[in-house]
């Protein structure tokens, strides 16, 4: 087993884990943080996306010893004081979602993705930059949708 300490919205977490668990199961077997999801086995979806040190990451690419002593933002913190984040309101707005399994990933690909910009993101940046994020449902138009209007009421960049 190895000892890992991972900062997780917030809170520090200390555990033992085998070192073969990936970080994805870390957040969802052990804390109970079930909002990042598993949508594949071949890290190509993106349901599992999380912050570490406030860049999106693959958590089932990582393992839970490697954010070792680092920061890990889940879906579960972007809502603060029962206030959804601008990005969940606009997906609930522009009907971003259907089954709703991808979104977590997107949230948080779409997050990092907006603080990171140089400038307001257009609608191919969001294509380009979302490119590892896949939805089975909904067609991506509302996703884009739903970003371009979050990245207005995050005032980032603009
Ligand atoms: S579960 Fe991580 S990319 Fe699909
Ligand atoms: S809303 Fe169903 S997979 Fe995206």
């Known amino acids: 087993m190895t000892h890992v300490s991972v900062t997780v919205n917030g809170v520090q977490h200390d555990a033992e884990v085998e070192p073969r668990t990936l970080l994805v199961y870390f957040l969802r077997e052990n804390l109970g943080l079930t909002g990042t999801n598993v949508g594949c086995d071949t890290s190509s979806c993106g349901a599992c996306t999380v912050l570490l040190d406030g860049d999106s990451v693959k958590a089932c690419t990582l393992l839970a010893a490697q954010a070792d002593g680092r920061e890990v933002t889940t879906i579960e913190a972007m809502a603060t004081d029962g206030e959804l984040h601008p990005l969940q309101k606009a997906f609930h707005e522009n009907h971003g979602l259907q089954c709703g399994y991808c979104t977590p990933g997107f949230i948080m690909a779409a ?14 940046d969001i294509r380009r930059g979302l490119e590892g994020n896949l939805c089975r ?11 371009l209007a979050a990245q207005e009421s995050m005032g980032a960049n603009a």
């Open 137 to 147: 449902c909904t067609g991506y138009h509302n996703i884009v949708k739903s970003i």
């Open 111 to 124: 997050d990092s993705l907006i603080r990171e910009a140089s400038g307001p993101l257009t609608e191919e």
